[in-house]
């Protein structure tokens, strides 16, 4: 659901990290912002509870500006993982041009991975996008944690969807840059493919994730 004016040159691109409570994902939202480029960077607004740290979303947007003159600003947000929050997560979902899934590494944790992906893929349809052609990158989070699912069997559990793979820890900041650059670049494919963004406005699909990724 691109937001675009052409006659402005104006693109506003939404990324939203999606999983279940206490994933990591206001976490890696916190890495980001603080191993990501200054210049560009917007300020990082949070919403905490005592049950969910994020009631309602995280704010980080990222502008970048094409030799064409299309200004474009990336912003990417969270989702409150709690089910009792899920109008909230139909909301941020909207509009939506690519999403990260944040999962639990932890063997106790892989039913509730389950059923949060299957809410992502129920609150999509409702919000009117299509699972299968919205850009998906799935991090397995809290990998310096014990009692961990190896990484061998869960990357032989998702092989079949195609889905990118990332094994991270966001509270040592491995693995966050890897998923945001991959959910970046295949944003910038989906997006360049319904727009023509290296062909009607010049954006050079290297330098876009170098601008935003640069750390």
Known sequence: MIEFDEQQKRLVLKLVYYGPAL???TTNLLCLHDRLQQEGRGELMLL???EDR???FDLLPFFYVAPSGLKIKLKVYTVPGQVRHDATRKAVLQRADAVVFIADSQVSQQAIN???FANLEQNLAMVGLDLEKLPLVVQFNKRDLPDL???DELRATWAPTGLPVFMASALQGVGVLETFQAAVEALFDAIDHKLGLRERFQVDRD???RAIVKA
Do not use: L, N, Q, R
């Open 207 to 209: 330098a876009f994730v």
């Open 54 to 56: 994020t009631i309602y």
């Open 149 to 151: 699912v190896p990484e």
């Open 114 to 116: 389950g059923e949060s």
């Open 48 to 50: 905490d509870t005592t």
């Open 23 to 25: 994933s990591g994902k």
